[in-house]
């Protein structure tokens, strides 16, 4: 297949009905077929933007299901959206793909166009560009959105005596790892989750939304919570402490018996894709609020202490990791 012809066929025409969304018109000038693509940014905003390479084998798993890879692939980059407080407006998306490979066959490309605009159109994001070459099988996603300058949620926001906080279970992503790679076996039901959480992870929007006005910093998780959390120690120029006994494990996790192991996976695994904010004292009753009426789902692991760097604490003693999170190189 050509490669115009592949752009059109799976990329171009499949958001033909997105397009007439009252979204994609009023911010898309000018879509997939030019030059550059030509983008009305809302007033009063600001842009965010962020891009992600998803490199087969080291991201994701070659062989795995193509739509699988398409939705991994753009639901972690809106994770990041999510955590800057924005809202998901545009993505542009590079394909590399080996020549007379598989993956340039109609039946994957297929796969890979459906997994990618169902993710699309759940979370109202458009394509507006891309590039495709051939080349070691890579994936590259750059996730535009809009945020309030007011509101952006940094990471050089947190305050000593803040809350940390973390939405729903951590560890779930190193678990799934270990199931989808090293064999690990659990029942049907708990590795069936695993996967989901692997390839399906949930960008955090929602949640966000609420939690816009009140944490003072945030990020997602991807590498880990204690290296994460780091990097919110670093920009706001504090410490943390973790409670190691209140980390959130899935009934999955709970399911291995081993709970070090999950605590584990929770300090220094990684691809969470959970939110990690922090929470000034004082608005800690309206987070409460939000959590007893189930409007989000978050849990208090640790205080913002002064000084630097994270430490984890069970039981009033130091509590030692084994690695230091997932890092590239
Ligand atoms: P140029 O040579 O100007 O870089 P290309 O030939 O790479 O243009 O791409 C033609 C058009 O198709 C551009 O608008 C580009 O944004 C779009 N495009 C290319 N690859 C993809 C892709 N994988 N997904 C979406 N749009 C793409
Ligand atoms: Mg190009």
């Known amino acids: 297949m050509r490669e115009f012809e592949l752009i059109r066929k799976f990329f171009q025409h499949e958001q033909a009905d997105l397009l007439l969304e009252e979204k994609a018109q009023a911010s898309v000038v000018l879509g997939i077929g030019d030059d550059c693509a030509l983008l009305q940014i809302p007033t009063s905003k600001q842009l965010a933007i962020s891009v992600d390479t998803l490199v087969a084998d080291v991201h994701f798993p070659a062989d795995a299901k193509p739509d699988d890879i398409a939705e991994r692939a753009l639901r972690t980059n809106l994770?990041?959206?999510a955590a800057m407080g924005a809202e998901p407006l545009w993505f542009t998306l590079a394909l590399t793909l080996?020549?007379?490979?598989?993956?340039?066959?109609?039946?994957?490309?297929r796969g890979f166009s459906r997994g990618l605009f169902r993710t699309a159109n759940q979370y109202e994001i458009v394509l507006v560009g891309g590039d495709t070459t051939s080349g070691p099988f890579s994936i590259t996603i750059q996730a535009m959105g809009a945020v309030d300058s007011q509101y952006a949620l940094r990471r050089d926001g947190a305050s000593v005596g803040?809350?940390?906080?973390?939405?729903?279970?951590?560890?779930d992503g190193a678990a799934a790892l270990a199931v989808i790679q090293n064999g690990l076996q659990l029942d049907e039901t708990h590795e069936h989750y695993l996967r989901e959480r692997f390839y399906r992870p949930t960008p955090r929007l929602a949640e966000v939304n609420l939690l816009r006005s009140i944490a003072s910093s945030a990020l997602d998780i991807s590498d880990g919570l204690v290296a994460d959390l780091n990097h919110i120690c670093e920009a706001s120029d504090v410490g943390a402490v973790i409670d190691v006994e209140n980390l959130p494990l899935s009934p999955a996790l709970l399911a291995l018996n081993d709970v070090h192991q999950a605590r584990t996976w929770v300090l220094s695994g990684g691809d969470d894709y959970e939110l990690c904010f922090t929470v000034p004292p004082e608005k800690m009753p309206e987070l409460a609020m939000l959590i007893a009426q189930e409007k989000i789902n978050a849990t208090v692991v640790g205080e913002i202490i002064s000084g630097s760097g994270v430490r984890c604490e069970l039981d009033g003693e130091t509590y030692e990791l084994d690695s230091l999170g997932y890092q590239h190189f």
């Open 162 to 171: 803040d809350f940390i906080c973390v939405t729903n279970y951590l560890g």
């Open 79 to 81: 994770s990041d959206l």
């Open 98 to 109: 080996p020549k007379n490979s598989e993956y340039l066959s109609e039946e994957w490309l």
